[in-house]
């Protein structure tokens, strides 16, 4: 069970909008698509992401007060932070593309033998 941000009642994960007071979770009525609200005297702007680097096009920007796209800053940073940095290893990746082409594989193969069969 969530809790509805404005007036604080207990609600199902998949409600849309609340049944107390009407207040929208979801966007476009669908489950799918959650909505970002801010605080009474808030923006969402000031910390998004997408603000921030200058790659937003909605048109409610700077002041807009719920917003689907909504990307936190904070959060990003955190989450950057608790995943390791790994090694590219390349021929881990060829082996991974070659267990995921093997029927191309195959077919060069056939190639291969056929052109130095036939040039005998």
Not at 59 to 77: F, G, I, M, V
Not at 85 to 92: E, G, I, R
């Amino acid at each position: 069970m969530l809790t509805c941000p404005k007036c604080h009642q207990s609600i199902k994960a998949e409600a849309i909008s609340c049944p107390y007071c009407n207040f929208t979770l979801k966007a476009f009525g669908h489950p799918g698509i959650p909505v970002s609200q801010a605080v009474e005297n808030e923006y969402l702007c000031s910390d998004c992401i997408y603000h921030l680097d200058d790659s937003c096009n909605f048109p409610k920007r700077p002041y807009a007060k719920s917003c689907t796209l909504y990307n936190n800053q904070s959060l990003e940073d955190k989450e950057s932070k608790s995943y390791p940095k790994t090694k590219f290893n390349l021929v881990k990746s060829i082996r991974i593309w070659c267990d995921r082409n093997k029927g191309l594989l195959i077919i060069v193969a056939l190639i291969i033998v056929s052109v130095f069969l036939a040039l005998q």
